[in-house]
């Protein structure tokens, strides 16, 4: 059974850091790519970085420069680096992980929320 987990969201001041963390595991795919989302209240879901199997990444603009996505040593394993955070970056930030066929699995996703 195909599970993606987040962690490492929280309460951080305007200017901090947080580091998320994903991890993929039942897989019986190799992963194609993997993507970081997020959705503030009233507002619909956005990517915010994504890697492929060969480690390239894209960034909008809201975020380059100031989020790095990158993969673990550890198996199907994944990190987001959110430096410099402004209170519009709070949001549930979900993992979205690419098999082939382009089947994607969600994980149930980590709040961060970023105060003035």
């Known amino acids: 059974q195909v599970q993606v987990v987040e962690s490492g969201g929280g309460l951080v001041q305007a200017g901090g850091s947080l580091r998320l963390s994903c991890t993929a595991s039942g897989m019986e795919f190799s992963i194609n790519a993997m993507a970081w989302y997020r959705q503030a209240p009233g507002k619909q879901r956005e990517l915010v970085a994504g890697i492929t199997s060969e480690g390239i990444t894209n960034y909008p603009y809201f975020v380059k420069g100031r989020f790095t996505v990158s993969r673990a040593s550890a198996k199907n394993t994944w990190y987001l680096e959110m430096n410099s955070l402004k209170p519009e970056d709070t949001a549930v930030y979900y993992c979205?992980?690419?098999?082939?066929?382009?089947?994607?699995?969600w994980g149930q996703g980590t709040q961060a929320t970023v105060s003035s």
């Open positions: 979205a992980v690419r098999v082939p066929g382009d089947k994607d699995y």
